[in-house]
């Protein structure tokens, strides 16, 4: 087709994509859990996400796959969730303000694989780990 739509289809990964290629020097500005101001870029953020896709996959995770994720809104999380989407798995955030039984339940049902987790949920999914059989690593 000619003109001026895109012709490819509008995945959530080839959003990141477009922001790393026009705008690959624009900041994120966000501040990690641990206190400090984190800055980076559209085009280290894509390069990020894509070595998320590369660690999933060597963990054996693929379309469809469901990874969890437990965490506050920070760059990291960021990178996550287009590295999950990127492989074609399902990036499946979990609110850590429910309930632990809350939380057992709805990751047991959705079956995830691997839940990535901030360093403030440690002490949470040490307490869940033994009740979610599906979870095959926590980073």
Same mark, same amino acid.
């Given at each position: 087709?000619?003109?001026?739509? $895109?012709?490819?289809?509008?995945?959530?990964?080839?959003?990141?994509?477009?922001?790393?290629?026009?705008?690959?020097?624009?900041?994120?500005?966000?501040?990690? /859990?641990?206190?400090?101001?984190?800055? /980076?870029?559209?085009?280290?953020?894509?390069?990020?996400?894509? $070595?998320?896709?590369?660690?999933?996959?060597?963990?054996?995770?693929?379309?469809?796959?469901?990874?969890?994720?437990?965490?506050?809104?920070?760059?990291?999380?960021?990178?996550?969730?287009?590295?999950?989407?990127?492989?074609?798995?399902?990036?499946?955030?979990?609110?850590?303000?429910?309930?632990?039984? $809350?939380?057992?339940?709805? /990751?047991?049902?959705?079956?995830?694989?691997?839940?990535?987790?901030?360093?403030?949920?440690?002490?949470?999914?040490?307490?869940?780990?033994?009740?979610?059989?599906? /979870?095959?690593?926590?980073?």
């Amino acid at each position: 087709m000619l003109g001026l739509m $895109q012709n490819y289809p509008l995945l959530a990964h080839t959003i990141l994509d477009h922001a790393a290629l026009n705008h690959g020097d624009r900041e994120m500005v966000t501040r990690a /859990i641990e206190g400090p101001i984190r800055r /980076i870029n559209y085009h280290d953020l894509r390069l990020r996400a894509l $070595q998320v896709a590369k660690a999933l996959h060597n963990e054996g995770i693929s379309t469809g796959d469901r990874v969890a994720t437990m965490a506050w809104n920070t760059d990291r999380h960021f990178e996550t969730w287009y590295g999950v989407m990127g492989i074609g798995a399902i990036c499946h955030t979990l609110n850590p303000r429910l309930f632990a039984e $809350q939380l057992v339940y709805i /990751i047991n049902h959705a079956e995830d694989k691997i839940l990535f987790i901030d360093l403030t949920f440690v002490p949470l999914a040490e307490e869940l780990a033994a009740k979610l059989p599906s /979870i095959k690593k926590y980073i």
